[in-house]
């Protein structure tokens, strides 16, 4: 799957998912193991890449990517997922850009929303930390020559999230998101980022041809 060289005033997008079309309280997956070799074009390519699970929450499009037939929800996501140094995608302390194994557990709502909103228009740093008690993350930053073909395996069941490169274990968390979620491979040009200065950014970037290349996919 690729990408074309082009400027930052159109997204660019290849993927392949498992619930397009489908509302998100009907995705596929209330639990599975995803298997699969891949290797990309480059080792620090703009926008995102990865592969995994998630409940695509940003509906409505919000400009880029997202099911246009949804509204916007909290993440639900675990994944290998690759940030430029553009995106900054953690409500905490934890890594947000780089070669992550990456999971976020939200709850379709909380008390603490209201304030989160509420507080946005005078305080953005006040609304991140009020999201980074929401929603539940963990991530760690991977060391993987991802232009060399690698075996990637995420295991997800309700009580754990396990990552592993060429059959070693990566990345282990008690965190689990919220079922159901759907399967998504992809790469593209956007980027987003909340910082924990309070600065939210979001767009798209001037990209080089790039792709990633799959094989060996399984989901048992």
Do not use: C
């Amino acid at each position: 799957m690729g990408i074309q060289k082009g400027d930052s005033l159109r997204y660019r997008d290849s993927q392949l998912d498992d619930y397009s079309g489908l509302p998100r309280h009907k995705f596929p997956h209330p639990s599975l193991t995803l298997s699969l070799r891949a290797k990309t074009s480059g080792s620090s390519l703009p926008g995102t890449w990865g592969f995994g699970l998630w409940n695509d929450p940003f509906g409505l499009s919000l400009g880029f990517g997202g099911s246009p037939f949804q509204l916007p929800a909290l993440p639900n996501a675990a994944w290998f997922f690759s940030a430029s140094s553009h995106n900054h995608l953690s409500f905490t302390d934890k890594p947000a850009q780089g070669f992550l194994a990456q999971v976020f557990r939200s709850p379709k709502f909380h008390p603490l929303l209201i304030p989160a909103g509420l507080a946005l228009p005078f305080s953005r740093k006040m609304t991140r930390k009020l999201l980074g008690r929401i929603i539940a993350e963990d991530s760690s930053a991977l060391s993987v020559d991802v232009t060399q073909w690698h075996a990637y395996r995420l295991e997800w069941s309700p009580m754990r999230t396990a990552w592993y490169v060429d059959e070693a274990l990566a990345f282990e968390s008690p965190a689990s998101p919220n079922a159901p979620l759907g399967v998504i491979i992809w790469i593209d040009n956007q980027y987003a980022a909340f910082t924990p200065e309070g600065k939210i950014a979001f767009g798209v970037l001037e990209t080089e041809d790039a792709w990633i290349e799959v094989e060996g996919l399984e989901i048992k």
